[in-house]
């Protein structure tokens, strides 16, 4: 009883911490993409492309033609991106949208050269679609701001150039070299973004790439991020423009955190395993210790239902008591595990354990554990009840 307590309390409290971690660190990954490239991002007019047949309606009738839909074309880019917004807005889930163009550059400091991607904003609009305000780690969006020839730079490649809040260096597309200002540096934690990526004001940007009007895509804020799935793909068919959700986007990652908690679950409920295992070992030998106490109280008129649910509730008690220390002991792990240090780059930046608290949580564990523990009791607790009286007198009991 005791082993198989201990089992319940560790299975218990183990797949809470786990699944706290793992579900933590993927709430923390979504939210860091949303909040870098949005919801929804629409991008490149879809053109439907079509064939023509002849068909001939007899022999002496003249022929028609048939149109028919072979796939679709991609157009890049987005003509008339006011008019797009405009009807983005219409949609209920909606809370905000941003203008961006851009293109590929060279970056030069007094250090060295590097490719980059310039990006055009609208600085409000932008802070609706992302959590670009709370990624800044130097430097003040104010300056960016009030800087027609301010930049916003990230971490990785400012570092590689070396490069502080105040200094300046060229931008070069094609042969035309400008020189621009270090207003800030933005750390978003994904690493591929933060080794490229330079803000600029969306008429600069313009002027820079030569690009005087269109965009290259509108990054959607949606209120209800769960169902920007079916919000892109209304978007798709209304505006007649390609709409990627960050589900879409990211689906490679979410199905490894999928898999990983799936794994990480398998691999702590096998102490729940042991528990049942424990607990079919105990009751059996009580079964077999106590078959004349068993006789007697089927003599005195105790019927096999009855027998049966002794043995249960014995099982039952220590599942409670186990899973109500397990889940003590879950919460005490995982609030100790979110106060540990750690340091991830690239998928996205945390520098502690990152912890989801759910109920849910709790439930699987406890769940889990019951269905284990009292379907390993059931079959002892059923072989006590089919003992007779005559057969322990004789001895013949099985």
Known sequence: MVMSLACITLGVGLFVVTQ??????????????VGTNGAIRIEDRIQETLRTMEAERGNDASGFVVEVKEGRKYIQGIQDPALLIEAVRRFANVAGTSEVLYGAAEIRSSFKNEAARVYGIQLDDHLQVSDLARQIVRGYLADFRQTPAGTLVGIKLAERLQLEVGDSFQLQVGGEVRRYRVSAIFET????????RVFLHLGEARSLLRRPTGASFIQVNVIDRDRATQDAA???????????????????????????????????????LIAGIAMYNTLAL?????????????????????????????????????????????????????????????????????????????????????????AASLIPARRAARLEPGDVIRGTAQ
């Open 20 to 33: 706290a971690t793992t579900t933590g660190f993927e709430r923390f990954f979504i939210k860091t993409i």
């Open 189 to 196: 934690g994904i690493g591929d973004i933060d080794k490229d």
């Open 234 to 272: 209304h978007m798709e068919a209304v505006l007649g423009h390609s709409a990627s959700s960050w589900q879409e986007r990211e689906r490679t990652w979410l199905d490894v955190f999928r898999a990983l908690r799936l794994s990480t679950s398998i691999t702590v409920s096998v102490f729940t």
């Open 286 to 374: 009580v079964v077999m210790e106590k078959t004349k106490d068993i006789a007697i109280l089927r003599s005195m008129g105790y019927t096999r239902r009855d027998v049966t649910r002794i043995f249960l509730w014995q099982a039952a008690m220590v599942l409670a008591v186990g899973a109500l220390l397990g889940c003590g002991l879950g919460a005490a792990v995982t609030y100790g595990v979110s106060l540990m240090k750690i340091r991830i780059r690239g998928i996205f930046t945390a520098d502690h354990f990152i912890v989801a608290w759910s109920g849910w949580h709790y439930l699987s564990a406890v769940a889990i554990s019951v269905v284990m523990v009292m």
